[in-house]
């Protein structure tokens, strides 16, 4: 067994696991973080989609002991309190999730995107998540989604500074 | 009923939880005390089990149970669908059980279950089970299962299920005697794997106080799943049987279906008398998710010298795979060859289906199911047909569409269609894609070096399966109604349950539209609940495109009750004559007058009788209604794709894709937009990506997402679409289905486009996938052949 | 996944030291590893994370090369203003790696130490001549790839680092599956002073040069230049999504797609 410390949603978190637990177990089973799913064991699907150190990765391809140290966020992380991100926001207004399942990967991933590219274009958005599967809205209203999401975090940023 | 929430895109309850990760999936659930399930699964597509010796496995630390076939010995997975053969005998209707006896039929099938404490350690346990198998020849290819030797089920000759028609021979055959000119064509539709993203899961668990079972599960439909899981395989009574269908990850059909691991996960909880829970992984979805599709199909069609359809004949083989799955006979039959009228007025049909058993997973309805395989099929024909008459695509339609004065149209093929305007809807869809300037932009993409083409097809769909006494005289063993019960609460806030089941359509959000409209709330006061049996008083499950058409309907059913009811208190609280009470904007009025009691007002009555007509009326507000619909109801529509390919690799990339539908009265027309999409994008799937491959001796070669290909954002376009809705004359609400339309609609657009681009090379045959492959082989071979000539 | 024990090493020697266990291996991104192991086709007694190993990383240019560190992220690579200067081609080609997510795990150590037959890193670094710094030894791209994920490396040895020489022009065009996304044929082209050098990946057993098409382009640097037939279909790979004729045909398509493309 190996004791795992993340930050987790900026809460502190530590798990005694198998070194074989993947980052994503340890989020679903130790920590109760269910909002990050498993949608395939070859790393495509991109339903466990979340952040660690600021950055998107694939957490059923990575180890927990991997993170030790690390700070993560999940989807539950990404609303400020009842206040929706404007990428969540975004998929609500724009009908860009229908079962719901691939969705936390789908937003976390955009939500890197719009960091690197603060206004994506169409074609940019659809390359962008070439490793995000939904097999429900033919992809339509998600990139409608993540365009209003990355105009919506523009202005955000604009109203901070 | 048209007032501001009908017709509205009202943003959608159930999105909060699924967008801060508050969804409540099968998987996300643990049972106190539960332990973990790994199916041991064949490696072989045929073999006979000689020996299996879990002894080393069952000795592990942390493993609680090693069971088999020998253990498990339980009903069959019934199948909920009796097809009879032409000859009036019933189909082959081969056991199935849970865990495979003495036999597995396909990679995949289940042979041993190990429950231990963690799934690492089952796992680890599974690998020092000990299975001596004796490989048998598999029976892979249809058209080879029907002469083979070797037979899936000892007992099925020829592994044929059955062998089934339709139509009228005679008139068939001397039109085409007469006919001025016979289109013939010879396809395939290609096997399909739904690839819902949440993978199926189960959690069995079973009380020991009162001997109640619960079976949490991925499925469409968790009455259905008691109903024949209870009954007919583990023999547990309704009363004793809770099914919950939590928020599911996408169905598509594939979760329709009564599935081993469920029987499995709810036994094992008995025999061990605590929770067991099972997820699959993705390799394995695609080896025990029943797949969809896969026909052979032979068709052509007789014409009059205007290109005018006098008659059509049509052959298909229809691959069942190794058991038949709940559904699987009524696809090819009952959802395909009734379908053949499509949208046109030919006078005389004829079909011919041949079910066929193989070493491969199960076949079932996938999104469509029957009706993407007939359209594919008929509208390839059409194009074909325009070909030899030497007409416009567009035109040969409109020449034999049925007239949109002609409704109802009883067709040759058994169904009755209530309503439609094809003309309509495909002039509709012309204009949209710019099907008449097309050759400019052809021109243009040729000085690019790319090969531009469109494709058109047009299609009719059978939505809400039903009624039930005329799918009970074709075989199906269930009803086909729909069942709702909407509870007024005493403060006047509305809890509706709905035995249709969401997952992924939206129903939280449409049905609270429709009960607010009704009863004057704001859509936040209604709560829909699905998905559980101890709540629901029934219900048959969201599959075919019924749920609002069906469903919804008994919903609507309930509030008629509720308001009648609801008058009847409120005449006795306004003093008035119950025939004088008007309800409008929740608020029960004397006609003429402005004395008025609002609906809180009369269900707090209803709950405090104390001014109440008790005498006449029972307390409480909460009204059940069942509604098994008199006919199916019939979308249409029309779409139109353009591709451009690129002849030096033979990418073919789809530039524009148009869809214009009638869905009759729309509740949510941003939700029914969402449903458009994600079939178009199915369907471009079937058509241009995806195909399920087995070699010869039965191994699934396409088994993970790495070799079998799912549309991805970058493989599509964003979609124009639009809609010319005429209300369903046959349903009560006017509602017709729009979950599988896009899915039915596209795969022959897109490969009408492929061949259209294709054309200048000779080509004139795609097989689906059009991949680049095929695509250019097809522009290799041709331009072989060109050399030779 | 078999179970496993787990370390970090502190740096490049570190790691070395580790791996001297039976059956250890390395992790460096894990994009390959850990899907392997996943299914169990994997069973690895120790893993070895070089994560920690802050020497492993890093992007220099000098006059003549560019040198990378081996746990540079495909990310870090394909974002990199140096990359970029020095060899667009290179940091175009790190971008095209799976997907986002893979970009910001995976490493061009990893990459090429695995030598999976449809990685595209091996392409680069056999085009450009690269030189393999490892822990023992520098081994150049030539002698490193020896077939489907097998390399010259040893037991306990590590790549630290690839040092790229400064093409003229280079670039990579790839025909990705449409499945997997990996290569089905991607061509590296890299035109130096004095010769040209044309990689390809995805389409056989293992990356391959083509001298056919390099004598020809250092001749005539042109898209015309690529002679369909240098690449034999006998030599090629096949499987669903391309048999070896298609194979053998896109090779030279992406060929004078990459030279057409070469900056």
């Known amino acids: ?75 539950e992380g990404l609303a400020d309190g009842a206040t929706l991100h404007p990428m969540q926001e975004a998929f609500r207004d724009n009908h860009g999730l229908q079962c719901g399942f691939c969705t936390p990967g789908m937003v976390m991933s955009a939500v890197d995107l719009v960091q690197h590219n603060a206004d994506p274009s169409e074609q940019e958005i659809r390359d962008w998540l070439e490793g995000n599967i939904c097999r429900c809205t033919g992809y339509h209203n998600i990139v409608k989604s993540v365009k209003a999401g990355a105009a919506a975090m523009r202005k955000t940023k604009t109203k901070k500074k | ?246 928020d599911v990850g996408g169905g598509f059909g594939s979760k329709i279906y009564h599935y081993a691991e469920e029987a499995i996960v709810t036994w094992a909880a008995g025999k061990l008398a605590r929770p067991v829970k099972w997820t699959a992984e993705r390799s394995e979805s695609f080896m025990s998710d029943a797949h969809g599709r896969d026909h052979i199909t032979h068709a052509k069609v007789a014409m009059d010298k205007d290109g005018r359809f006098l008659a059509l004949m049509v052959d298909t083989m229809a691959n069942m795979g190794a058991y038949l799955s709940t559904f699987a006979p009524c696809i090819p039959t009952y959802l395909h060859g009734t379908l053949l009228a499509g949208n046109y007025a030919t006078p005389a049909i004829y079909t011919n289906v041949k079910a066929v058993f193989t070493n491969t997973v199960p076949v079932d309805a996938y999104r469509g199911a029957g009706r993407p395989e007939c359209t594919y099929l008929l509208e390839r024909l059409v194009d074909v047909a325009a070909r030899e008459m030497k007409l416009d695509r567009a035109e040969i339609r409109r020449r034999n569409f049925i007239h949109a004065d002609d409704f109802p149209y009883q067709t040759p093929v058994a169904l009755k269609y209530d309503s439609g305007d094809y003309h309509t809807l495909m002039d509709k869809a012309i204009r949209l894609s710019g099907w008449d300037d097309f050759e400019k932009r052809r021109a243009e993409a040729k000085k690019r070096g790319k090969l531009r083409g469109i494709g058109i097809s047009t299609y009719i769909e059978a939505c809400g399966i039903a009624p039930s006494a005329v799918v009970g005289s074709l075989g199906a063993r269930a009803g086909l109604y729909e069942c709702a019960n909407v509870r007024v609460h005493p403060t006047g806030s509305v809890t509706v349950f709905t035995g249709t089941h969401s997952h992924g359509q939206g129903h939280e959000t449409t049905f609270a539209q429709l009960v607010a409209e009704r009863l004057g709330l704001t859509v936040e006061q209604v709560d829909v609940v699905h998905g559980d049996t101890a709540k629901i008083p029934f219900g048959m499950g969201t599959y075919g495109s019924r749920s609002l058409a069906v469903g919804g309907v008994a919903i609507a059913k309930a509030l008629d009750k509720i308001i009648a009811k609801g008058k009847k208190i409120a005449a006795h609280l306004l003093e008035a004559s119950e025939s004088d009470i008007e309800f409008r904007n929740g608020a029960f009025t004397v006609a003429g007058t402005d004395k008025k009691k609002m609906l809180g007002e009369v269900s707090l009555a209803a709950y405090v009788p104390h001014n109440y007509p008790i005498d006449k009326l029972e307390p409480g507000l909460e009204e059940t209604a069942f509604f098994d619909p008199l006919n199916f109801s019939y979308p249409a529509g029309c779409h139109v794709c353009e591709v451009e390919i690129d002849p030096d690799t033979g990418v073919t990339k789809i530039v524009n894709f148009t869809a214009v539908d009638d869905f009759g009265r729309v509740l949510n027309p941003m939700i029914v937009d969402g449903q458009v999409h994600g079939g178009i994008a199915q369907g471009i799937g079937q058509a241009l990506l995806e195909t399920c491959v087995y070699d010869d001796n039965g191994q699934l070669v396409t088994g993970s997402l790495m070799d079998y290909c799912m549309p991805r954002a970058d493989d599509l376009p964003s979609f124009k679409t639009g809609t010319h809705n005429v209300p369903a004359r046959d349903n009560p609400l006017g509602v017709k289905g729009c979950g599988e339309v896009g899915a039915i609609g596209s795969p022959p657009a897109v490969i009408g486009a492929v061949i259209d681009a294709l054309s200048p090379l000779g080509v004139t045959h795609m097989e689906m996938p059009a991949t680049p492959l095929r695509v250019w082989q097809a522009i290799n071979g041709t331009k072989h052949r060109k050399a030779a000539e | 996944m078999y179970s496993f024990d787990y370390a970090r090493a502190k740096n490049a020697k570190d790691a070395a030291k580790l791996l001297a266990k039976k059956e250890a291996k390395v992790v460096a991104g894990g994009m390959t590893l850990l899907p392997t192991m996943k299914q169990r086709l994997a069973k690895p007694s120790l893993l070895v994370d070089l994560a920690a190993s802050k020497d492993l990383k890093g992007i220099k240019k000098a006059a003549k090369a560019l040198t990378i560190g081996a746990m540079t992220t495909h990310a870090e690579v394909a974002h990199s203003s140096v990359v970029k200067g020095a060899c667009a081609a290179l940091a175009a080609l790190a971008e095209g790696i799976g997907d986002p997510q893979v970009r910001n795990r995976g490493t061009i150590g990893g990459s090429i130490a695995n030598n999976d037959p449809a990685a595209d890193y091996p392409a680069a670094c056999l085009a450009l001549g690269a030189t393999i710094v490892t822990t023992q030894r520098k081994i150049p791209a030539d002698k490193f790839f020896k077939g489907m994920f097998e390399t010259a490396l040893k037991r306990n040895e590590l790549v630290t680092a690839i040092q790229f020489p400064m093409a003229e022009k280079a670039a990579y065009i790839k025909f990705p599956n449409p499945a997997s996304r990996y290569a089905i044929v991607g061509v590296f082209v890299a035109k130096f002073k004095d010769e040209v050098r044309v990689a390809v990946t995805g389409a056989g057993p293992g990356v391959f040069r083509v001298p056919a098409w390099e004598e020809a382009l250092a001749k005539k640097w042109s898209a015309d230049a690529i002679a369909a037939g240098a690449v034999k279909a006998a030599d090629m790979n096949s499987d669903i999504h391309a048999t070896a004729e298609y194979r053998a045909h896109l090779c030279a398509v992406m060929a004078k797609r990459a030279v057409a493309a070469a900056k």
């Open chain 1, 1 to 75: 067994m190996a004791s795992v410390t993340i930050t987790v949603n900026g809460q502190k978190r530590t798990a005694d696991v198998e070194p074989r637990t993947l980052l994503v177990q340890l989020l679903r089973e130790n920590h109760g973080l269910t909002g990050t799913h498993v949608g395939c064991d070859t790393s495509q699907c991109g339903a466990c989609v979340i952040h660690v150190n600021g950055k998107s990765v694939k957490a059923c391809t990575m180890l927990a002991v991997q993170a030790d140290g690390a700070s993560v966020t999940t989807i």
């Open chain 2, 1 to 246: 009923m048209d007032g501001s929430l009908i017709g509205s895109p009202v943003r959608r309850k159930e999105d909060q939880r699924f967008l801060t990760g508050r969804g409540n999936y099968t998987d996300d659930i643990n049972r106190p005390g539960q332990a973990y399930a790994y199916i041991i699964r064949s490696p072989h597509g045929h073999a006979k089990i000689k020996k299996i010796d879990a002894s080393a496995a069952a000795k592990t630390k942390g493993v609680i149970a090693v069971f088999t076939g020998d253990d498990m010995k339980v009903g069959s997975l019934p199948c909920g669908w009796q097809v009879k053969s032409t000859d009036g005998s019933p189909m082959k209707e081969p056991p199935h059980p849970p865990i495979a006896q003495g036999k597995v039929r396909h990679v995949g099938d289940q042979v041993c279950v190990v429950i231990a404490e963690t799934y690492a350690i089952a796992r680890d346990a599974a690998e020092k089970v000990k299975i001596d198998y004796q490989p048998l020849p598999a029976v892979v290819d249809m058209r080879r299962a029907l002469e083979s030797k070797s037979l899936v089920h000892d007992d099925v000759p020829k592994n044929l299920c059955y062998d089934w028609t339709i139509g009228d021979a005679k008139a068939v055959n001397d039109a085409f005697a007469k006919a001025h000119k016979v289109a013939k064509i010879e396809l395939i539709n290609n096997r399909l794997i739904a690839n819902a993203m949440e993978p199926r899961a189960a959690i069995g668990d079973y009380d020991r106080s009162n001997g109640d079972y619960t079976l949490y599960t991925t499925s469409q439909n968790p009455h259905v799943i008691r109903l024949l899981m209870g009954a007919f395989v583990l023999q547990i009574p309704e009363s004793k049987l809770r099914v919950v269908a939590p």
